[in-house]
């Protein structure tokens, strides 16, 4: 069997997390990088990184996933683009095959994933609301001016969390400098919003639906004790946090290319690090072709066009990249 690596690239609005697989299924190297609303450069700066570590030649396929999913496979010449809710299910029963429900919070957006039997049965999404989100809890540990690694711990010193209107994240900030106002332990403000955030999630993902374990939790805000124990409290049971709870969704990416580039027994799609690492730019425009109007994404590289997607009939993204 030829030695080689599976690429597996998660692209999100916070975080760009790319791993390096092995063909057992191990994470040789990976990377948690910040977005920052520049996705083309983060990846491929990502990208630049690994290309020290692997040749071309061994790169024998490549998943994509997350909201930038269809921009990193034009990218990278990627052989499967899946769902979030799928890659984080296929990492997550690698960990623990009998995971039954799968907690994720991220930077701007949370999900709940339940299982049965092997199989995704049911989930919900919140892309809406920010309360609960890395990128809220990022904020409030700046306003309070407490490094966001330190902010999960202190909240395990409360003696007294203090009740925090978790509902709305304008609410919760508002309730925070209050109860500051008004005297409380900082530790105790920071415990309160910890129980209303994993409040606000479990009635908002999770309402009306039974959760069962074994449950995992990942996702960046996995790392912070605080919220962990919000949830182990509320549900009453033990946590699962993976040693790669961070980059779980690339690595759910990798191992599907895994299964599709041995099924097939195709050459892997790859465009190879130094096509990866090129410029490219994006641009939009409306179609305004019928009365969808549909906001058509357009990459180009060396000013040729790579790739069009985002129209609903095919036009735009059915025309050949010399077009």
């Known amino acids: 069997m030829k030695d080689g690596y599976y690429l597996g690239i998660d692209v999100g609005s916070v975080s760009t997390n790319i791993v390096l697989m092995s063909q057992n299924g ?5 990377a948690y990088l910040r977005t920052g609303g520049r996705p083309i450069a983060i990846l491929t700066a990502g990208l630049k990184d690994f290309c020290k570590e692997v040749s071309d030649e061994e790169i024998l396929g ?3 996933t997350g909201s930038g999913r269809q921009l990193a496979a034009v990218i990278c010449g990627a052989d499967i683009v899946k769902n979030e809710i799928t890659a984080h299910a296929v990492a997550s029963q690698r960990v623990v095959p009998q995971v039954s429900t799968i907690l994720e919070i991220g930077g701007q957006d949370s999900k709940i994933i339940f299982l049965k039997n092997g199989v995704v049965s049911d989930f919900a999404m919140n892309t809406v609301c920010a309360a609960g989100t890395g990128s809220f809890l990022d904020r409030q540990a700046e306003r309070l001016g407490i490094p966001i690694e330190k902010f999960g711990s202190l909240a395990l010193t409360a003696k007294s969390p203090t009740r925090i209107a978790g509902r709305c994240a304008v609410f919760a900030e508002s309730d925070m400098i209050h109860k500051q106002q008004m005297g409380h332990r900082i530790e105790d403000i920071i415990a309160g919003l910890c129980t209303a955030l994993v409040r606000n999630y479990l009635s908002n993902l999770a309402r009306g639906k039974e959760i069962t374990g074994p449950v995992m939790f990942q996702g960046g805000v996995a790392a912070n004790a605080g919220i962990v124990a919000a949830f182990e409290e509320a549900l009453s049971q033990k946590i699962i946090i993976p040693q790669y709870y961070d980059v779980m969704g690339a690595w759910g990416a990798a191992m599907l290319a895994q299964k599709k ?21 994006t641009n939009s425009r409306e179609c305004g072709g019928c009365a969808n109007n549909c906001e058509v994404i357009e990459i180009t590289m060396g000013g040729k066009v790579v790739a069009r997607w985002g129209d609903k009939c095919g036009k735009w993204s059915n025309l050949s990249a010399s077009a």
């Open 26 to 30: 191990e994470i040789v190297k990976k």
């Open 62 to 64: 490549v998943g994509t």
């Open 261 to 281: 580039m041995e099924k097939s027994g195709e050459k892997t799609a790859f465009r190879g690090f130094a096509n990866a690492c090129a410029h490219y730019e």
